[in-house]
């Protein structure tokens, strides 16, 4: 008998991270589970976009522009494809930007 698992659609950001260098949460990263086709943008609190992936695992190391962001509330989204329903999903939230 054959059996199809369909993973339950999960998608979770830290409140914080801190790219200052000492490999630890150095890159902020979405944790991902059941999702297939993933875009994620990053923007600073005056909303211009600082950072844009169509890669589920690629994460955003705190520069723009080839310059260290700011201390302070970032916002994100990720629109992606849940593998639970078949349907297109869009989650946002924020976090802290530290060093």
């Not at 054959?2 to 260098?21: D, H, M, Q, Y």
């Not at 909303?47 to 260290?68: H, L, P, R, S, Y």
């Amino acid at each position: 008998q054959e059996v199809c698992v369909i993973p339950k659609t999960l998608v979770r950001a830290p409140t914080a991270f801190s790219p200052n260098g000492d490999g630890y949460n150095d890159v902020f990263f979405l944790h991902k589970i059941g999702i297939g086709s993933f875009e994620m943008s990053i923007y600073d609190r005056w909303g211009e976009k600082v950072f844009e992936t169509i890669d589920a695992t690629q994460g955003w190391d705190g520069n723009f522009k080839n310059q260290k962001m700011e201390i302070g509330t970032y916002t994100w989204q990720a629109t992606f494809h849940s593998l639970e329903n078949n349907n297109i999903q869009t989650e946002k939230g924020s976090f802290q930007l530290i060093r």
